[in-house]
């Protein structure tokens, strides 16, 4: 039972009662590779993303064994708390692939060969000028008791099965197989289930400030969201998103509410917000930049390439990205960026003044509009006196200016790299936004 309420832009609602039946999901990955870390888990996340647009809640996801005990036990666990069980993996023509005969003693039933599928599997291997092999043929054999889901670009079909008010769908874990049968087949059926629930959900993207911090200068507006509104806390390396995520049968009603609460975020921390949802700071950059017709190019040391990489990997970023010296050793630095040698011996190379001059060398070398340029102590050694390792200073070069500032991380390589360059990036967002 829900309880809305609250003033809205405005609009003076009543209070409403709703009662909500939120379709429940489990998701069951199986694959010894998945346990080892051989393989990582992206069907879960998709899964999750398509369930949660139709309505659907994910309440678990469970990663098991090439396992018949596995299987079984947590097919009655995910039985008892969802309403609809999607499984993955475990479906192929070698000996590892146990699924179907465990499916086969969890529904009790025998075995059906499916034409449909027959057909599919001949067509492939006719088509790979193959001959077909017992094993494959094999896999148009399913669970008499399941109705077979088309796989029209694989040879595993997959499986639906029905147990009480209990729905079980099966499919390959090769991700494209899995996506087209998801997307294709089982969403739409799911979907009619659903009842009309819509859960709406927004991620505004926050930079430069932590976590604690953040939660207290929010303290009041978090206090303030109604109840069909739940905020959730994702930080991340130098970023905290804020996820709100509300859930009913008016969608237009759940989606202002979400967006008043986030105008009013926005004018309580609009210096922290960068974007929202799939947005990255690359791709924003991007676009400010391509707007403006202008063009960045980089200097980089400690982070060694990677704010380079982060800009380039925005498709079209040819347009904008003219190009970056990776100037890890000072001979770099004074022979192709033009910091002064006298510089980096009286301030040392992590220092304002030696990240200020990468900045405006790389900028008149790709004649660019801007330049970004990093210089620190990524760790874990390299430290000196004043200058603890996660030390790092960040210049921009603009039109107008060059600016420059220290920020210190911790003591982790990785996280000190990354960290720098979103850091770099965010700091070159705010002066293009500054200047223009």
């Known amino acids: 039972m829900l309880t809305l309420s609250g003033d809205y832009a405005g609009i003076n609602y009543l209070r409403v009662r709703i009662s909500l039946r939120i379709m429940e999901a489990i998701i069951i990955s199986i694959g010894d590779e998945l346990l080892i870390g051989q393989v990582q888990n992206t069907n879960a996340s998709h899964i999750s993303a398509e369930l949660t647009a139709v309505g659907i809640q994910v309440r678990q996801v469970y990663t098991i064994a090439d396992n018949k005990a596995d299987i079984l036990e947590t097919l009655d666990i995910a039985s008892n708390h969802g309403d609809v069980i999607i499984c993955t993996g475990g479906l192929g023509p070698t000996k590892d692939d146990i699924t179907r005969d465990a499916l086969c003693t969890y529904f009790n039933c025998g075995i059906k060969t499916d034409t449909t599928a027959l057909a599919d599997i001949t067509r492939i291997f006719a088509g790979r000028d193959l001959g077909l092999t017992e094993l494959n043929r094999k896999q148009a054999d399913i669970p008499s008791a ?193 910091v002064q040698e006298d510089t980096i011996i009286e301030q040392g190379a992590v220092s304002e003044a030696v990240v200020m001059q990468m900045a405006e060398g790389v900028k008149q070398l790709f004649k660019t509009d801007f330049a970004v340029a990093t210089s620190g102590i990524a760790g874990p050694s390299g430290a000196t006196e004043g200058k603890p390792v996660g030390t790092t200073w960040i210049a921009v070069a603009g039109p107008e200016e060059t600016i420059a500032i220290r920020v210190q991380f911790g003591d982790n390589r990785g996280r000190n790299i990354s960290r720098a360059s979103l850091y770099a990036l965010n700091l070159l967002r705010k002066n293009i936004i500054k200047i223009f």
């Open 146 to 338: 399941s109705t077979a889901l088309r796989n029209e670009v694989g040879t595993a079909p997959g499986m639906w099965f029905s147990k009480g008010d209990k729905d079980f769908f099966f499919m390959p874990g090769v991700p494209f197989e899995m996506k087209k049968m998801l997307e294709e087949q089982i969403i739409p059926q799911l979907k009619k289930r659903a009842g009309g629930i819509h859960i709406i959900y927004r991620t505004v993207l926050t930079m430069g400030m932590g976590e604690s911090f953040l939660s207290e200068r929010l303290s009041e507006w978090e206090s303030s969201l109604p109840q069909h509104i739940k905020l959730a806390w994702l930080p991340d390396a130098g970023i905290v998103k804020l996820r709100l995520t509300a859930s009913g049968t008016d969608k237009k009603f759940l989606e202002d509410g979400i967006s008043q609460h986030i105008e009013k975020l926005q004018k309580i921390i609009p210096e922290l917000i960068f974007g929202y949802d799939g947005d990255t700071l690359q791709s924003i950059i991007g676009k400010l930049l391509l707007k403006r017709n202008m063009t960045v190019a980089t200097a980089e040391s400690c982070t060694g390439g990677r704010i380079a990489h982060l800009i380039t990997s925005v498709p079209g970023s040819s347009a904008y990205f003219t190009g970056s010296v990776v100037a890890y050793d000072n001979a770099v630095k004074t022979g192709i960026l033009g």
